[in-house]
T-cell receptor
């Protein structure tokens, strides 16, 4: 595998389900991100992890719970979601400091909440 | 606050014609600027980046961008578009060590 991978690519879940999104980066980066992309809305930064420590949490509801066990893996745990949470969830990684700050994105997980 | 603005929401261009997408930035120092492309249902792919040196930057897929400090602009260009260039394009700028600020995006439609 190369770059940033995300699984699953598509997920349909009910409002009472619990599921997790997985992201893995193969670039040796030390920062990872979760973004939410809804139709007709700007890209929303949800969480940032740098060196496995959460450095940003943009007022995201507690039904979204991130986890970063090491610098290569990032999870987004989902529970009791709402229909408005349906969106494309993108993971990205970058090299914090010492690099040129570009972020590399995974293909995304298309989430539908029914 | 540092930010980037993409004035055009949607652009339609004929196949084979040239394309220019606008991006304006508001950063005090020399900014780190990026252009990304997103095909439907996919992630964002980095086209090119600028942070110093030559103000004309070459990227992948035949794209280039020019940094103009006097106009606070970083416009993306392609001399001859292909139908496969139909996508959404995002300009972004560095906010801090780990955060990028993204524009709202420009959707490009290519007509035959």
């Amino acid at each position: 595998e190369t770059g940033v991978t995300q699984t699953p690519r598509h997920l349909v879940m009910g409002m009472t389900n619990k599921k997790s999104l997985k992201c893995e980066q193969h670039l040796g980066h030390n920062a990872m991100y979760w973004y939410k992309q809804s139709a007709k809305k700007p890209l929303e930064l949800m969480f940032v992890y740098s060196l496995e420590e959460r450095v940003e949490n943009n007022s995201v509801p507690s039904r979204f719970s991130p986890e970063c066990p090491n610098s290569s893996h990032l999870f987004l745990h989902l529970h009791t979601l709402q229909p408005e949470d349906s969106a494309l969830y993108l993971c990205a990684s970058s090299q914090r400091a010492g690099g040129t700050y570009e972020q590399y994105f995974g293909p995304g997980t298309r989430l539908t909440v029914t | 606050a540092q930010s980037v603005t993409q004035p055009d929401i949607h652009i339609t261009v004929s196949e084979g014609a040239s394309l220019e997408l606008r991006c304006n930035y508001s950063y005090g120092a020399t900014p780190y600027l990026f252009w990304y492309v997103q095909s439907p249902g996919q992630g964002l792919q980095l086209l090119l980046k600028y942070f110093s040196g030559d103000t004309l930057v070459q990227g992948i897929k035949g794209f280039e961008a020019e940094f103009k400090r006097s106009q606070s602009s970083f416009n993306l260009r392609k001399p001859s578009v292909h139908w496969s260039d139909a996508a959404e394009y995002f300009c972004a700028g560095r906010e801090n060590d780990y955060k990028l600020s993204f524009g709202a995006g420009t959707t490009v439609t290519v007509r035959a």
